[in-house]
């Protein structure tokens, strides 16, 4: 008897629990829907809950309108990048240059990477997509579509939106992990191959003057450098730390009816080759054009005509002035070579003034430019960029190594006066022993 009374209790005391835990669940599952409800109505649609309002992210920050417009708070130099619907999957130049070095490891004023990109939205994230141009098929062509499952195009960076998009469909993202990173690779080719130490501070770097205009936005960033190693070098105020700034040029590509031209291998010249597998009837898949300047004849009748858009070169302001002349003579005598093709007054030479508002950097000026590297031994180089697809050349900078006028008086000297009395060494100026160089410069050993 007293068995089944137990039973019994057990069995009422399941139940209860039974019919109690159903009840807990319902009203567990009724408070989470509600919840949700209400999560989702305080959210509008097409706005992601950890998203700003375009215009509550900018508040108090200057507007930079241009190809892309730019948003910089001066204060703590905080940036975003506005980005427009029709902005994406339109290919753009990237133009990196290092304004300025640290005069030991890295010369400043040198042209550095460029590559084209598109910009792909890709959840929450932006994506800036290199393409690749190395192998290349006509569109209309069939195997056009393998050659897109064959070949890989390449991130150079991603960032997170920053905001909902505005009335205009235009969205922000923060560009800072993109553009104030070490694009030179500067951790490697310093820090580990060069055995300096010497990595990337992200947190002493930061972003520089920014300008934006209708055909390109130029961007300045100021990247430090930090190492626990002692680095000799005469330049470097510290063994420990330097810093680099880099200048990038966001631009639209060439406009115009420019057509390309190929090369000839009796005939050396700079290159734009890729390898084209439109047709495959071909002797090689390669095609080469020539690097040059989109010289067009404003009368195209006349055998010597000057041109439509003359190149224009810039003697940067930093040139000193008892030089400049002769620069801008020496630039100009290249024009006799332009009249043989049929050209007249085909390089102009004009002088950057102290006020001038645009940067050397700026793909839109052709600039010769006057750096201070102490431990380098050449005497100028002319690097250019081109269009990737058709080989135009859209800018070129000239570098003139201070040193290099100090060694023309030196080899004069060597002429004019017997070394051994020069020097008292016996021996020429110019050749030079490991025991002459500073400690800084001997790592080649």
């Known amino acids: 008897m007293r068995r089944s009374i137990l039973l019994l209790t057990l069995t009422a005391f399941c139940a209860s629990l039974l019919f109690s835990s159903g ?4 009203s567990y599952w009724q408070k989470s829907k509600e919840k949700k ?66 005069g030991t490891f890295a010369e400043g004023g040198l042209q550095g ?50 905001s909902t ?10 560009p800072s992990s993109i553009l104030v990173s070490d694009v030179d690779n500067i951790n490697y080719f310093v820090g580990s191959e060069g055995k300096t130490g010497f990595r990337f501070d ?32 005469m330049t470097l105020a510290s063994p420990y730390s330097l810093f680099m700034t880099y200048h990038y040029s966001l631009s639209t590509l060439p406009e115009g009816n420019y057509r390309p031209r190929l090369a000839d291998d009796r005939i050396g010249m700079f290159q734009t080759i890729y390898q084209d597998y439109t047709n495959l009837d071909t002797e090689t898949p390669y095609v080469r054009y020539v690097n040059r300047w989109n010289l067009e004849k404003k009368d195209s009748t006349a055998a010597l005509s000057e041109p439509k858009e003359p190149v224009v070169y810039w003697l940067e302001n930093t040139t000193p002035e008892e030089y400049r002349d002769d620069i801008r003579e020496g630039v100009l005598s290249w024009n006799k070579a332009f009249e043989a093709a049929g050209f007249k007054n085909a390089i102009v ?32 180089i002319g690097p250019s960029r081109k269009d990737p697809y058709s080989g135009q050349i859209y ?28 020097n008292g060494t016996g021996r020429s100026p110019f050749e ?14």
């Open 165 to 174: 998009a505005d009335t205009s469909g235009a969205i922000l993202i923060d």
């Open 37 to 102: 409800q209400k999560a989702s109505a305080a959210v509008p649609p097409g706005k992601k809950d950890n998203e700003k309002p375009f215009n509550e992210v900018i508040k108090g920050f200057d507007k930079i309108p241009g190809l892309f417009d730019f948003y910089m708070n001066k204060k703590d130099l905080q940036v975003y990048m506005a980005i427009k619907p029709d902005q994406f999957g339109k290919e753009y130049l990237c133009n990196v240059t290092r304004t300025a070095g640290d």
């Open 349 to 380: 030479v004009k002088q950057m003034p102290d006020t001038a508002d645009w940067d050397p950097a700026d793909v839109r000026f052709n600039v010769i430019r006057w750096i201070v590297w102490p431990t380098q031994r050449y005497g100028a």
């Open 113 to 162: 990477d460029y590559f084209l990109f598109t910009l792909k939205q890709v959840g929450k994230r932006v994506q800036f997509i290199q393409t690749n141009v190395n192998l290349r098929a006509d569109s209309s062509a069939e195997l056009s579509k393998s050659l897109e499952r064959s070949i890989s195009r390449a991130i150079f960076g991603s960032t997170i939106v920053a």
């Open 202 to 233: 992200r947190e002493n770097s930061n972003f520089g003057a920014i300008k934006s205009f209708p055909q390109n936005s130029e961007i300045d960033v100021v990247l430090h450098y930090k190492s626990d190693k002692p680095n000799s070098g």
């Open 395 to 422: 800018d070129a900078d000239v570098m003139i190594v201070a040193n290099t006028i100090r060694n023309i008086f030196a080899y004069a000297d060597n002429f004019i006066e017997p070394t051994s009395k020069a």
């Open 432 to 445: 030079v022993k490991i025991e002459d160089l500073p400690a800084g410069n001997r790592n080649w050993e």
């Open 23 to 26: 009840s807990l669940g319902a």
